[in-house]
RNA sequence: GCACCUGUAGCUCAGUGGAUAGAGCAGUGGUUUCCGGUACCAUGUGCGGGGGUUCGAUUCCCUUCAGGUGUGCCA
C-alpha cells in the first residue's frame, strides 16, 4: 500500500515538472514546524543553484500547479522558498479507511523474502542468566519480530556457549568434588546415570568457584584445559557430563527466556559446529589461507586502506585446540550449509566489534559465504546504574537476569494494587505483563548501540515516556470500545470520516506514519523508532481524548466514525508493541 | 601508543544539511458536562571547544578537550 508521503510526493513531482523543474525534487518530509503547517517540501531551495532562480520563484511555479489538488487542503509559500502543505481531511480520511482493511496497516512487505538468521542470546550454559544477556535478547527478538512482520523468513538462533574452557572447568571442579562418580572412572564400563549428579543452582555455583581458582591455581587451569580438550575429542565420562549440564542447563535457560517473551527457533550450540571444523581449517590450509605463526594457525585478514591493525584471525591455538572463533567460523559454514541465509545478523555487546570483523573478514576471504550474504553486526551498549556505572546488584555483585525480573514484578505489583480502587483478581499477571513492558521498552527506547541508565523507577512509572504509559492508553480505548459494544454498538459498517477537529486530525496523520515507521525500523535495526512513534501516538490519542466526546457523540455516524479511528488507533499500538516483544492487559 | 564509540536543557534521552533544536523527569501554575485525572494544558536563554565546506551545519570534514571501549593463543 503506497504511503501517504507517496502521494503527496507525487503532487509534488508532477507539479515540478509541469513547472519546469526535475521532479526529483518534489520531496516531502514531516514539517519540523507544526505551528505553521504539517509537511513541508524544500526543494525549492535545493533547486535554486540550478537553475540559478530564487527558491521563493521556483517555489511560487510549483504551488500554481499544484493547485486543485485533492491531497492538500492549504498550500502555501514561505520566504526563502519553503512550500508548506497540508492534508485535504477527506483525502487523509479516506487513506485511513484503506489502511483500517490492509492487513499490514500500510506496511510494504518484502517482494523477495530473505531468509535472515538472527544471532542473540548467546548464553553460556552452566551459567545464570544476568543483566548482561538482557539487551541481547530484548534487542535481538525485537529485530526478528520486525523482520517477520516484513514479510521476510527470520530464523532465531539462541547460540549457546557451551564448548570452551568453561566446560573443563566445570568438569575439574566436579571432580575434586565428587571423584567418586563414574564419569571420572576411566575404567567404567556400564551405563551412566539418567540423574544428573547437579541442580541447577550447584551447577550456577560451581563454575563461578572454578573460574576464581583458576585464575590463582595454575595446576588447576592446567587441568581444566585439558578437561576441555578430553570433552572435545568426545572422552565418554565428560560427554555423559556435558549432556548432564546441557539437560539441566537449557531447561532452565527456556524457563527464563519465556519469562521475557522471547522464544528462539534454534537452540544451536558451539558444539553443533565441532564437526565442521577440521574440514574447514584443512581447507584454508590447503588453499593457502591459513599459515602457522608463532605456533598457532592464522588467517591474515588486515585489508588495504585499514586505519588501523586488524590482527589476524587465530584459528588453532599453538596447542592445537580451537578458539570463539575458529567456533563462529564453523557456525557460519554450518549455517550456510543448513540454511543458505541472505543475512546472518549478530546482536552482541558491542566490544565484539573487532573480534566480528575478523571473523566476517575471514569468512569473506575464505569464501565461507557466497559474495551475497551479508554479515552484519549489531553492538548494543552497556546496561548501566542509576550510578553511570555496568549495572550491579546492591552489594556490588552481578544482578541475575531473574531477580531484576522479580523485582521489575512486585514494584508494579505494588503500583497496581495501592492505586487500584476496583478489585483485581489477577493483579500479579497484570503486574508481569506491565513489568515486562517496563523493561523492554526503558531497554528499546534507546538506541541499541549507546549505553544507557537503567533505572527502575523511571521505567515502571505510569507517567511519561515509558511502557506502562503506552500500555494505560491502550487499555483506556480498549476500555471505551468495550463500553461502546456493552451500550449495544456494533464495529460493523463504521467507516473513518473527516476528522472533526485538530487534535483528532493529529491523531489521524500520526497514524499513517505506521508503516514508513516500521519499515525505517527494519532498514536500520532500529526498534527504538518504534518506541518513539508510539509514544507520539499515545501522546495525540490522549490529546484527542481529552479534547472530544466519543460515546456521548449524537451523530451515529460520527460516533461509529471515531469509534473506528479508535478501533485503528488499538491495532497501530497493539501490534507495534507486538514488534517490540511485550503486550497489554485488558486493565491496569 | 594506536583504533573505535560517545559528548545535546539540572537529570534521562530523541532529532534533522535548512525557517524558533525537541520529549520525559524534577519544579511551578492551571484544567473536568470526567467515555479510566496512572490524563490533559502552560512554563525550557542547551548541541564540549576551535577551525573549514555550504546560500544555510547540531548534522559533513579537520583539529582539540573529556569520558568509555577494544587492541593474537578467554568467550
Redesign the pocket.
Known amino acids: 500500500m503506497k504511503k501517504l508521503n507517496d502521494y503527496m510526493g507525487e503532487e509534488l513531482a508532477k507539479a515540478f515538472e509541469a513547472a519546469g523543474y526535475d521532479p526529483a525534487l518534489g520531496k516531502v518530509v514531516i514539517?519540523?514546524?507544526p505551528?505553521?503547517?504539517e509537511y513541508?517540501c524544500?526543494g525549492a531551495?535545493?533547486g535554486a543553484?540550478k537553475y540559478k532562480k530564487a527558491p521563493f520563484m521556483i517555489a511560487d511555479d510549483v504551488a500554481a500547479n499544484l493547485a486543485g489538488s485533492r491531497v492538500f487542503d492549504k498550500i502555501e509559500v514561505?520566504?526563502?522558498g519553503?512550500i508548506?502543505l497540508d492534508t485535504d481531511k477527506e483525502f487523509l480520511a479516506e487513506y485511513l479507511r484503506d489502511m483500517v482493511s490492509d492487513p499490514y496497516l500500510s506496511v510494504t512487505r518484502a517482494e523477495k523474502p530473505e531468509t535472515i538468521i538472527i544471532d542473540y542470546g548467546g548464553p553460556?550454559v552452566a551459567k545464570p542468566l544476568h543483566v548482561g544477556h538482557l539487551r541481547s535478547a530484548i534487542i535481538g527478538e525485537s529485530i526478528k519480530r520486525i523482520g517477520r512482520y516484513m514479510g521476510h523468513n527470520v530464523i532465531g538462533d539462541v547460540h549457546l556457549?557451551d564448548w570452551?574452557?568453561?566446560m573443563g572447568l566445570i568438569i575439574t571442579e566436579l571432580r575434586c568434588r565428587k571423584p567418586d562418580l563414574p564419569y571420572f572412572d576411566d575404567e567404567f564400563k556400564g551405563e551412566y546415570p539418567e540423574e544428573a549428579p547437579f541442580t541447577i543452582s550447584e551447577l550456577e555455583e560451581i563454575y563461578p568457584a572454578a573460574s576464581a581458582r583458576s585464575k590463582v591455581d595454575e595446576d588447576y587451569r592446567n587441568e581444566a584445559l585439558e578437561a576441555t580438550e578430553q570433552l572435545q575429542n568426545g572422552k565418554p565420562g565428560y560427554m555423559a557430563l556435558w549432556n548432564h549440564i546441557m539437560k539441566v542447563s537449557v531447561t532452565d535457560l527456556k524457563k527464563n527466556y519465556s519469562r521475557l517473551n522471547v522464544e528462539f527457533d534454534l537452540w544451536k550450540a558451539?558444539s553443533d559446529a565441532q564437526p565442521y571444523i577440521p574440514d574447514m581449517v584443512q581447507r584454508m590450509k590447503d588453499e593457502g589461507y591459513a599459515y602457522e605463526?608463532?605456533?598457532?594457525l592464522?588467517v591474515d585478514v588486515s585489508e588495504e586502506g585499514d586505519?588501523?591493525e586488524i590482527?589476524?584471525c587465530?584459528l588453532l591455538?599453538?596447542d592445537g585446540a580451537s578458539?570463539?572463533t575458529t567456533t563462529d567460523l564453523a557456525t557460519i559454514v554450518e549455517r550456510m550449509k543448513l540454511y543458505d541465509p541472505d543475512e546472518m545478523l549478530y546482536v552482541v555487546d558491542k566490544?565484539?566489534?573487532?573480534?566480528f570483523e575478523q571473523v566476517f573478514r575471514c569468512a569473506r576471504k575464505t569464501g565461507l559465504v557466497k559474495d551475497t550474504t551479508r554479515l552484519s553486526f549489531l553492538g548494543f551498549g552497556t546496561m548501566n546504574g542509576k550510578d553511570?556505572k555496568p549495572f550491579k546488584t546492591r552489594d556490588g555483585g552481578v544482578m541475575r537476569l531473574e531477580n531484576l525480573i522479580g523485582d521489575i514484578e512486585q514494584e508494579m505489583f505494588k503500583k497496581?494494587v495501592e492505586?487500584?480502587s476496583v478489585k483485581d483478581t489477577d493483579a500479579e499477571n497484570t503486574a508481569k505483563v506491565v513489568g515486562l513492558s517496563a523493561i523492554k521498552y526503558g531497554d528499546l527506547?534507546?538506541?541499541a548501540?549507546?549505553?544507557?541508565?537503567f533505572?527502575v523507577d523511571?521505567f515502571t512509572?505510569?507517567?511519561?515516556?515509558t511502557g506502562?504509559?503506552i500500555l494505560?492508553t491502550i487499555?483506556?480505548i480498549k476500555?471505551?470500545l468495550s463500553?461502546y459494544a456493552e451500550e449495544g454498538g456494533s464495529d460493523e459498517g463504521l467507516v473513518i470520516l473527516p476528522a472533526i477537529n485538530e487534535s483528532q486530525k493529529n491523531l489521524m496523520l500520526r497514524l499513517t506514519a505506521f508503516g514508513q515507521t516500521v519499515e525505517n525500523a527494519f532498514d536500520e535495526k532500529a526498534p527504538?523508532?518504534i518506541c518513539?512513534y508510539i509514544y507520539e501516538v499515545s501522546?495525540a490519542f490522549?490529546?484527542f481524548?481529552?479534547e472530544?466526546?466519543?460515546?456521548?457523540q449524537e451523530d451515529p455516524e460520527v460516533k461509529g466514525s471515531l469509534i473506528a479511528l479508535l478501533a485503528l488507533t488499538k491495532k497501530v499500538l497493539e501490534t507495534s508493541i507486538d514488534l517490540l516483544g511485550f503486550s497489554a492487559p485488558d486493565?491496569?
Open positions: 514539517s519540523n514546524r505551528d505553521l503547517c513541508q524544500n531551495m535545493a543553484k514561505v520566504k526563502p519553503f508548506n553460556n556457549g570452551g574452557l568453561q558451539e605463526d608463532q605456533g598457532a592464522v586505519t588501523k590482527p589476524p587465530m591455538k599453538s578458539l570463539y566490544r565484539q566489534d573487532l573480534h553511570g497496581i492505586n487500584r527506547s534507546n538506541q548501540t549507546k549505553d544507557y541508565v533505572d523511571r512509572s505510569f507517567e511519561g515516556n506502562p504509559y494505560y487499555v483506556r476500555s471505551i463500553r527504538h523508532k518513539a501522546n490522549n490529546s481524548y481529552h472530544t466526546k466519543i460515546l456521548s486493565r491496569m
